[in-house]
């Protein structure tokens, strides 16, 4: 809003963290309708304060979030990320950050529903990993050089099965590639959510036609081959 309008417009923001060990537990052991049954209250006790939309920032969120059954409008991430594609014109990705097979799923349902049919995601051995490097590192700050590696080695592999993108369903993931050279170009889902929210709040074009897109570089030899399914 500040960049928009500066320091005169007026953002009227809600924030609810709900950074409990219920819902980490819940996410842990894939119980997506217990993880519905706690963001529900959580959500209606926003639009109790007013709330005229609702946002759940994290793509792990997304697939329990679409169960909850609200007054309010949802606005999804993975639809601000397929209106950005659209706009881009690629419907082959790489999907990197989610973090399991049903978060994979629920990415490849409503992408497709935007023309991305084609979603490649590295193999259960480097998306383990991945997810030991954002929760142990990335999100405590610590990126060393085996991270960044690690990190462009399985980006590469997505780009030789055939990806023509990259979307970070983890942010934190963005911060081992800031030093990378381009090659492809790179979409940070929660970014583009951030600006599909604040468009909507504005009734304005959506975000994605104007987004700055970051690229990446290609490296050498691919360790692990990406998968895909239909």
Same mark, same amino acid.
Request: aromatic content about 4%.
């Given at each position: 809003?500040?960049?928009?309008?500066?320091?005169?417009?007026?953002?009227?923001?809600?924030?609810?963290?709900?950074?409990?060990?219920?819902?980490?537990?819940?996410?842990?052991?894939?119980?997506?309708?217990?993880?519905?049954?706690?963001?529900?209250?959580?959500?209606?006790?926003?639009?109790?304060?007013? $709330?005229?939309?609702?946002?759940?920032?994290? +793509?792990?969120? =997304?697939?329990? *979030?679409?169960?909850?059954? @609200? /007054?309010? !409008?949802?606005?999804?991430?993975?639809?601000?990320?397929?209106?950005?594609?659209?706009?881009?014109?690629?419907?082959?990705?790489?999907?990197?950050?989610?973090?399991?097979?049903?978060?994979?799923?629920?990415?490849?349902?409503?992408?497709?529903?935007?023309?991305?049919?084609?979603?490649?995601?590295?193999?259960?051995?480097?998306?383990?990993?991945?997810?030991?490097?954002?929760?142990?590192?990335?999100?405590?700050?610590?990126?060393?050089?085996?991270?960044? $590696?690690?990190?462009?080695?399985?980006?590469? +592999?997505?780009? =030789?099965?055939? *990806?023509?993108?990259?979307? @970070? /369903?983890? !942010?934190?993931?963005?911060?081992?590639?800031?030093?990378?050279?381009?090659?492809?170009?790179?979409?940070?889902?929660?970014?583009?959510?951030?600006?599909?929210?604040?468009?909507?709040?504005?009734?304005?074009?959506?975000?994605?036609?104007?987004?700055?897109?970051?690229?990446?570089?290609?490296?050498?030899?691919?360790?692990?081959?990406?998968?895909?399914?239909?």
């Amino acid at each position: 809003m500040r960049h928009r309008f500066g320091y005169a417009g007026e953002v009227c923001l809600m924030s609810l963290t709900l950074n409990t060990p219920e819902l980490a537990d819940a996410l842990a052991k894939r119980k997506w309708t217990r993880v519905s049954e706690i963001l529900t209250p959580a959500a209606r006790h926003l639009e109790c304060l007013g $709330a005229k939309a609702i946002v759940a920032s994290s +793509s792990r969120l =997304q697939l329990a *979030a679409d169960q909850m059954s @609200l /007054a309010t !409008p949802l606005l999804p991430m993975t639809d601000a990320v397929g209106i950005a594609l659209q706009t881009l014109r690629i419907s082959r990705i790489g999907l990197v950050g989610a973090s399991s097979e049903c978060e994979e799923w629920h990415w490849r349902n409503r992408l497709a529903r935007h023309g991305v049919l084609d979603v490649f995601v590295p193999v259960l051995r480097d998306r383990e990993h991945l997810a030991h490097l954002t929760v142990e590192e990335l999100q405590q700050g610590i990126v060393n050089q085996t991270t960044r $590696a690690d990190v462009g080695r399985i980006v590469y +592999s997505l780009r =030789q099965a055939g *990806a023509r993108a990259i979307v @970070l /369903a983890a !942010p934190e993931l963005g911060l081992a590639l800031s030093h990378l050279d381009p090659v492809l170009p790179v979409l940070d889902a929660t970014e583009l959510h951030a600006l599909s929210a604040l468009d909507w709040s504005l009734n304005s074009e959506p975000p994605s036609k104007s987004a700055p897109v970051k690229k990446l570089t290609r490296e050498k030899r691919p360790r692990n081959h990406a998968t895909t399914q239909a």
